[in-house]
């Protein structure tokens, strides 16, 4: 199994990021998918997932509104498109999907393959 993220990079505050993340050995499916976050010095975040829970999307508090999690199942792909991006955003941004369906949406626990992450700096 293999996650592969991309599209991060470096932007200015106020700017747009589209990540990428393409599945291979996985068929994404309905199997619940997240996006982590692990900024300087902070704990690892959970910002968002899909199928999960009641089978609708999460997203924590500090990128809702901001940020969209959707998935191309045909190009077994999961996007995070990051809207109004701050410096607070800066990180390593972490693809993950768990082998459960509908798993808790705000458990981090759970997710058992892992892409190798993807730099998004937001300059202010």
């Known amino acids: 199994v293999q996650l592969v993220e991309s599209g991060g990079g470096s932007v200015q505050a106020g700017g747009s990021l589209t990540l990428s993340c393409v599945a291979s050995g996985f068929i994404l499916g309905d199997h619940t998918i997240g996006w982590f976050r692990q900024a300087p010095g902070k704990e690892q975040e959970k910002s968002s997932c899909i199928n999960c829970g009641d089978g609708t999307s999460y997203y924590a508090d500090s990128v809702k509104g901001r940020f969209t999690i959707s998935k191309d199942n045909a190009k077994n792909t999961v996007y995070l498109q990051m809207n109004s991006l701050k410096p607070d955003d800066t990180g390593v941004y972490y693809c993950?999907?768990?082998?459960?369906?509908?798993?808790?949406?705000?458990?981090?626990?759970?997710?058992?393959?892992w892409g190798q992450g993807t730099q998004v700096t937001v300059s202010s």
């Open positions: 993950t999907a768990s082998t459960v369906r509908a798993l808790a949406r705000l458990t981090t626990g759970g997710y058992e393959y």
